[in-house]
């Protein structure tokens, strides 16, 4: 049974910081592509960040420089830092996990974590 169980969100005030963590079972984990996405309120969910299982790394333009997405196959586990937090940035927030089988493609979503940012 896979499972993408996130964690680390939270309560921080504008310009603060929190990182993210997502841990990975039930794949082969060196193989997934990974990425964290996110979902405000009556908005569309978005692309944040994605790591390959390269390490090759990819953000939306409204964190590039604020967020970093690293990734440590040892543990299964992909974080985001998350620094100079905005309000905009206020969402939940969802670890996905790709993978291209030889029959079909993987794609996984962690339950997500509520990120808030308010003074």
């Known amino acids: 049974q896979v499972q993408l169980v996130e964690s680390g969100g939270g309560l921080v005030q504008p310009g603060g910081s929190l990182r993210l963590s997502c841990a990975a079972s039930?794949?082969?984990?060196?193989?997934?592509?990974m990425g964290w996405y996110r979902q405000a309120p009556g908005k569309q969910r978005e692309l944040v960040a994605t790591i390959t299982n390269g390490g090759t790394t990819n953000y939306d333009e409204s964190v590039e420089g604020r967020f970093t997405i690293s990734r440590d196959n040892a543990k299964n586990t992909v974080y985001l830092q998350m620094n100079s937090l905005k309000p905009e940035d206020t969402a939940v927030y969802f670890c996905?996990?790709?993978?291209?089988?030889?029959?079909?493609?993987?794609?996984?979503w962690g339950q997500g974590t509520q990120v808030t940012v308010s003074s």
């Open positions: 039930g794949i082969i984990f060196s193989r997934y592509g």
């Open positions: 996905n996990g790709k993978g291209v089988g030889i029959f079909r493609n993987y794609d996984y």
